[in-house]
């Protein structure tokens, strides 16, 4: 897959970019079906981030590909594996793993300020997101916002839970609390693309990003982003990371490849 100079630049300088007409338009009426389907039959790890008694539904699932066809079809046979070769320069990508986060209108729930990478049971550079649009999205009904350049700072918060009610509490990891990002970054340093189905944003595991809630009436806001890995990951099973109910076999410091973490491009 061809990237031009110019995305690669703004992904290593902002730790986002926008990508538009890499994927086949299919993708896309077929992530709506499997992500309904998928609605009406969570997972294990599905979670309700939502107040139901104030708010409509904020749904979040995990992991879906390994028990999902439609799912585990996006993923091996779509664009995104080599997106992320291209744009990260690596010469294989693992499967980390996938994430389904759908904001129904009127869902009024923000997503937290957070960096992906403290969550996660690994380290390396090469670690992204594809967050796959299925409709329109804008600031208005839930558009991701990123702090630009936030990855290259060489800072990294201690997670936080999405939701208020049955939410996971992270153990001590020796990081600092975020800090409160609308109140200490300047507006121009915070992005927020606008995105018609079928284009992606990319974003590096550092980067410090958002989302506010769905203040739309009409326009859902399904998002499903793969997290992908290249050549220098590898399995850091430290202190205060999401426990993912699922334990891959590997040692500290093991490349990922493994049956949960398949090779799924390789150069």
């Given at each position: 897959?061809?990237?031009?100079?110019?995305?690669?630049?703004?992904?290593?300088?902002?730790?986002?970019?926008?990508?538009?007409?890499?994927?086949?338009?299919?993708?896309?009426?077929?992530?709506?079906?499997?992500?309904?389907?998928?609605?009406?039959?969570?997972g294990?790890?599905?979670?309700?981030?939502?107040?139901a008694?104030?708010?409509?539904?904020?749904?979040?699932?995990?992991?879906?590909?390994?028990?999902?066809?439609?799912?585990?079809?996006?993923?091996?046979?779509?664009?995104?594996?080599?997106?992320?070769?291209?744009?990260?320069?690596?010469?294989?990508i693992?499967?980390?793993?996938?994430?389904?986060?759908?904001?129904?209108?009127?869902?009024?729930?923000?997503?937290?300020?957070?960096?992906?990478?403290?969550?996660?049971?690994?380290?390396?550079?090469?670690?992204?997101?594809?967050?796959?649009?299925?409709?329109?999205?804008?600031?208005?009904?839930?558009?991701?916002?990123?702090?630009?350049?936030?990855?290259?700072n060489?800072?990294?918060?201690?997670?936080?839970?999405?939701?208020?009610?049955?939410?996971?509490?992270?153990?001590?990891?020796?990081?600092?609390?975020?800090p409160?990002?609308?109140?200490?970054?300047?507006v121009?340093?915070?992005?927020?693309?606008?995105?018609?189905?079928?284009?992606?944003?990319?974003?590096?595991?550092?980067?410090?990003?958002g989302?506010?809630?769905?203040k739309?009436?009409?326009?859902?806001?399904?998002?499903?982003?793969?997290?992908?890995?290249?050549?220098?990951?590898?399995?850091?099973?430290?202190?205060?990371?999401?426990?993912?109910?699922?334990?891959?076999?590997l040692?500290?410091?093991?490349?990922?490849?493994?049956?949960?973490?398949?090779?799924?491009?390789?150069?």
């Open positions: 897959m061809i990237l031009t100079n110019g995305l690669k630049e703004t992904y290593r300088n902002d730790g986002v970019v926008k990508v538009s007409g890499v994927f086949d338009p299919k993708w896309v009426d077929f992530l709506r079906n499997a992500t309904d389907e998928n609605m009406r039959n969570p294990v790890m599905a979670e309700e981030y939502a107040n008694e104030n708010s409509t539904r904020f749904f979040g699932d995990q992991f879906i590909w390994i028990r999902n066809e439609a799912f585990r079809k996006f993923v091996f046979e779509s664009e995104a594996a080599s997106l992320a070769a291209a744009l990260m320069g690596a010469s294989k693992n499967m980390f793993f996938d994430h389904l986060l759908v904001k129904e209108p009127g869902s009024i729930e923000a997503t937290p300020w957070h960096q992906d990478g403290p969550y996660w049971k690994i380290k390396g550079e090469q670690i992204c997101s594809i967050w796959f649009a299925m409709d329109h999205v804008s600031e208005e009904n839930g558009g991701v916002r990123y702090v630009k350049g936030s990855h290259r060489g800072k990294r918060y201690r997670p936080q839970s999405f939701s208020g009610e049955g939410h996971v509490e992270y153990g001590e990891t020796g990081l600092a609390t975020m409160d990002i609308d109140q200490t970054v300047s121009k340093d915070i992005i927020c693309y606008e995105l018609a189905p079928g284009d992606c944003l990319i974003h590096h595991a550092n980067t410090i990003h989302a506010l809630g769905n739309s009436a009409q326009s859902r806001r399904r998002g499903y982003a793969t997290r992908w890995a290249g050549d220098d990951v590898v399995w850091d099973p430290r202190k205060g990371t999401t426990d993912d109910m699922h334990d891959p076999g040692k500290p410091g093991d490349p990922l490849d493994s049956e949960l973490f398949p090779v799924v491009w390789r150069k």
